[in-house]
């Protein structure tokens, strides 16, 4: 099947994690050059993204290809009559906060990151694919209200995170070809905001990364089936549950953001918390109580699609489970941190609410009940997209209904909706030098009862006084260059919400010396009205220089 370009620059996409527990649509996605149809003749392998089996030819299966990156350089060699590739890159970045304000917020971070891959094939029959992540960094802030320049912060945290990322074997037969591994889905046609790319897990640590790291591989079997020339259906399971990836707090674009609406409901967990310990906690917090890694904890999904001459259409279903978590805190523990009890117990004295509060606390500890609870349900989603090229420019369009999606009120409270979701783009190319592209996305969420307003999603000063479907929906704006034979490139990215009257603005000038190394300075805007998801990050605002080489 064709595979169509993705319309805008993925990196955007993630800049608000606390979408992942909002429950909100996506912002934007990644622009990689696109794929070439996945029904080739026998004789002309195809080149699809490594998550993604090539429809079967009728007389040899069809090659699969990782996702084109600067990672596929690589070194080549014959081994045991096959051919393995190695390659990689190692990355330095240094972002920093362009406003250096005593909130507490993080203010700079010195990030290292090293990729390997591994790719060897065999006969054109099977194929071991691995790859590998490795990050250093270290990140300062200054949570006690005192103003600091550049990096004399005074509590600089270091961490490292060190992933498996696809790590995969496919067998190529004649009538299937599977794959069994680490693997990262891409389905839908508008990638990011898709209602059905909904197989992987989000990881929202690092805003600036490049955008094949924002979804997080699953370990999943995938069987693809061909349908005659025009058409294949592909069988996903996913046997295990794996959550989403963000920061609660202790960084910038984490939840407990300084100032924020939820830190203000919640309090300020770095008084209570070592620094040493925040990536930990970071995760500890992201569920209490995930699904068993049992067969009932599966996921499941269908994907039929059909080339009908220039037009590709497809129908996708996912049987699986909400990854944004009903997060419940004992309203007792949330007066204590609002009012800093943990890191001020003289707050108490004159204040005999304060005193029991605390008193109930000692006791819901001694006899054993959980003050924070998150826990996952199940859901699923059904969708219909189709995409086309004429000429210059790709048309694509997705649709999507999912019930049961956990989302949150005003009052930080979980809710339970059905969900309908779509998105529409054209992008338009002009060889390798210019790329425009612009998608409109939205989320309608079905009976809202008088009362509950959507946090994030829909404007405080909206009346919430009778049932009704709450509509969100917004733009995504691309513009690249590629200048002096591909040496300078230029991208700007830009997202805009009327209902919310919130922007985005992402920037990048990359210049590459050779086509192994390469220099990019990048910056970050945000802005919106108190309330909003880019209005709880507008401190966030980030400038960052990095140098990239790859081999």
Do not use: C
């Not at 499941?300 to 059909?306: D, E, I, W």
């Not at 479907?469 to 990215?493: E, N, Q």
């Not at 985005?504 to 108190?530: C, V």
């Amino acid at each position: 099947m064709k595979k169509y370009p993705p319309i805008v620059d993925r990196r955007v996409r993630w800049i608000v994690p606390i979408v992942l527990a909002m429950a909100s649509p996506a912002f934007a996605q990644d622009s990689q050059p696109t794929s070439e149809p996945a029904s080739q003749a026998a004789s002309t392998p195809a080149t699809l993204p490594a998550s993604e089996p090539a429809s079967i030819a009728a007389t040899e299966p069809a090659a699969m290809e990782p996702a084109a990156t600067e990672e596929s350089v690589g070194l080549a060699a014959e081994v045991l009559g096959g051919t393995a590739r190695f390659g990689g890159s190692v990355m330095s970045r240094l972002a920093l906060d362009t406003r250096f304000d005593p909130t507490g917020e993080d203010v700079f971070e010195f990030r290292n990151r090293a990729i390997l891959s591994l790719d060897y094939r065999w006969a054109s029959r099977f194929r071991v694919f691995i790859q590998g992540r490795f990050d250093w960094f270290v990140v300062g802030g200054e949570p006690r209200r005192q103003a600091f320049f550049f990096f004399n912060a005074a509590n600089p945290r270091w961490d490292y995170v060190l992933d498996l990322r696809e790590a995969f074997v496919d067998v190529y037969t004649r009538y299937v070809d599977i794959r069994l591994g680490n693997q990262v889905f891409t389905w839908g046609q508008n990638e990011g905001v898709s209602p059905i790319d909904v197989l992987n897990p989000i990881d929202a640590r690092d805003v600036l990364a490049q955008t094949d790291l924002f979804k997080v591989p699953v370990p999943a079997v995938q069987a693809t089936v061909a349908l005659g020339d025009k058409g294949s259906l592909r069988a996903v399971w996913i046997p295990f549950f794996i959550p989403n990836k963000a920061n609660l707090y202790g960084q910038d674009f984490a939840l407990l953001t300084p100032g924020s609406d939820f830190y203000n409901s919640v309090g300020d967990i770095s008084r209570v918390i070592d620094p040493s310990l925040d990536p930990r906690i970071n995760q500890a917090l992201v569920g209490t109580k995930l699904p068993p890694p049992s067969p009932a904890s599966s996921t499941v999904g269908l994907r039929l699609q059909y080339q009908l001459g220039p037009v590709d259409l497809a129908l996708s279903g996912v049987f699986g489970w909400n990854r944004i978590p009903r997060v419940k805190i004992d309203p007792d523990l949330r007066a204590a941190l609002q009012a800093n009890l943990l890191g001020d117990p003289s707050a108490v004295i004159n204040d005999p609410a304060l005193r029991d509060t605390v008193l109930r606390l000692q006791q819901k500890t001694q006899l054993g009940i959980a003050l924070v609870d998150a826990t996952y349900e199940r859901t699923g989603t059904v969708g219909f997209d189709i995409g086309a090229s004429v000429s210059d420019f790709t048309f694509k369009g997705d649709f999507g209904w999912s019930p049961n999606v956990t989302v949150y009120g005003d009052d930080f409270l979980p809710l339970t909706k059905h969900t309908l979701r779509s998105a529409a783009g054209v992008e338009y190319r002009y060889g390798d030098i210019l790329q425009a592209a612009i998608s409109w996305h939205s989320t309608a969420v079905l009976n809202m009862e008088a009362g509950e307003r959507l946090m994030f999603l829909e404007p405080h000063f909206q009346p919430a006084g009778k049932r009704r479907h709450a509509f969100y929906w917004g733009f995504i704006g691309l513009l690249r260059l590629s200048l002096f034979d591909d040496r300078l490139k230029l991208t700007a990215t830009a997202v805009y919400d009327p209902m919310l009257a919130q922007v985005a603005l992402l920037g990048q000038a990359g210049w590459h010396f050779t086509e192994s190394h390469s220099l990019t300075l990048m910056g970050m805007w945000l802005d919106g009205p108190w309330g909003t998801p880019f209005g709880h990050f507008t401190k966030s605002d980030q400038i960052a220089l990095e140098y990239r080489y790859a081999f």
